[in-house]
């Protein structure tokens, strides 16, 4: 009985979409994120409104290790959505296999986003499309506001 106690205080108090009962939802940023490390993230409800027009980087779970810089190269498990309508376009969960880059090559939301971020962070970016794909003319992304769940897994 206390357990379905607990599921409906949660659900009314916004922490449902959880993959499942045990989730901890982040509730200190823009749009919540469950918090439980080495698990893909879920992303919760988007508010409502127009989305930000600047940049949002915020810490669902906060690292220890390894800081990023803007010359790292960096393994990460990311969840990608769109404001629009919040569906998940691209998870690198769903492969299994974490994706390795340098920073300089992708989008500059993650450049300026993930700096300072230590290994072992789950970072929530929010990105207007002018840190996105806005600047690539024809890229079906160019005009969506991007939210990504970005796991810092190692940087080197």
């Not at 499309?129 to 991007?146: K, R």
Request: with cysteine.
């Amino acid at each position: 009985m206390k357990k379905v106690a607990l599921v409906l205080a949660l659900s009314l108090i916004g922490l449902t979409g959880c993959s499942e009962i045990g989730d901890v939802m982040s509730t200190n940023t823009l749009i919540p994120v469950s918090t439980t490390a080495g698990e893909e993230p879920v992303i919760g409800k988007i508010p409502s409104g127009p989305a930000p027009t600047e940049l949002v980087a915020e810490d669902v779970i906060v690292g220890t290790g390894t800081t990023v810089d803007a010359n790292s190269t960096l393994t990460v498990h990311y969840t990608l959505m769109q404001w629009s309508d919040g569906a998940i376009l691209e998870s690198s969960w769903s492969g299994g296999n974490p994706a390795t880059f340098p920073l300089i090559d992708v989008i500059a939301g993650w450049q300026q986003g993930l700096v300072g971020a230590k290994v072992g962070t789950r970072r929530l970016l929010v990105i207007p499309p002018a840190l996105g794909y806005g600047p690539s003319a024809g890229h079906p992304l160019e005009a969506q506001t991007l939210i990504f769940a970005v796991d810092i897994i190692a940087v080197s």
